[in-house]
């Protein structure tokens, strides 16, 4: 499938973050609505649980001022993608450096598909710029959210890890569907985020230092 999108370039702040921290992109992929509606028909509530701590992120971590803060990492500028460019192979080159744990959040709203690559380092604007409630802009349009990557046998997959969106794991192989139309050569595969969900960077550490450890006979 040919790419119709574009990529955000970083305004002047999200410049400066990025010479502290590191580089990021926001990729925004226009599909035709009909594409979408034949594999993911129904939209997703964010928050949907009215719980004490989906109402903190609702109206405070995640209120409208403070994604409109997060988003001013971006500009309103934007640049194309090229239309010579197949949404595979813009996929597959991202992943080019053969890196498992790299990972990406992504959601697909009526008539696009949006994706920002995960940090893995402690940066909190951008940790709050690639949230799918950021990425999303608070839409009430979004139809699925999680993760996608390559993992170390180059197997593309996804998940659906959103705590905003909660997608259920009966829609993950809608998803699956809707990619493999788009990236047919990928040949994506899904996987719940329960099982598929990377250690935290806390609990990575106390692994590698119980496995340092010598054994006590």
């Not at 119709?4 to 702040?13: E, I, N, Q, R, V």
């Not at 999200?14 to 993911?40: A, V």
């Not at 690559?117 to 839409?139: A, D, E, F």
Request: hydrophobic fraction near 35%; charged fraction near 20%; glycine fraction near 4%.
């Amino acid at each position: 499938m040919e790419i119709a999108g574009y990529k955000s370039l970083p305004s002047h702040f999200g410049q400066l973050t990025e010479s502290i921290f590191d580089s990021y992109s926001i990729y925004t992929l226009n599909i035709p609505s009909d594409i979408i509606d034949k594999y993911l028909p129904n939209k997703l509530r964010a928050f949907a649980s009215h719980t004490l701590k989906n109402l903190a992120k609702c109206y405070f971590f995640y209120s409208k001022p403070i994604i409109y803060a997060s988003r001013s990492q971006v500009s309103g500028y934007t640049e194309p993608l090229s239309y010579s460019t197949s949404l595979g192979d813009l996929v597959e080159d991202l992943f080019s450096n053969n890196n498992p744990k790299l990972r990406y959040n992504f959601l697909v709203s009526d008539n696009c598909l949006v994706f920002a690559r995960i940090p893995r380092v402690r940066h909190v604007t951008y940790h709050l710029l690639c949230k799918h409630i950021t990425l999303s802009n608070r839409s009430t349009d979004v139809r699925f959210a999680g993760e996608f990557w390559r993992d170390e046998f180059n197997n593309f997959l996804l998940n659906n890890n959103s705590g905003t969106y909660r997608p259920s794991d009966t829609l993950i192989e809608q998803a699956v569907k809707l990619f493999n139309h788009c990236m047919a050569k990928l040949k994506f595969q899904g996987i719940s985020f329960q099982i598929s969900s990377l250690p935290s960077t806390r609990r990575r550490v106390i692994i590698k230092i119980k496995r340092k450890r010598p054994i006590k006979t």
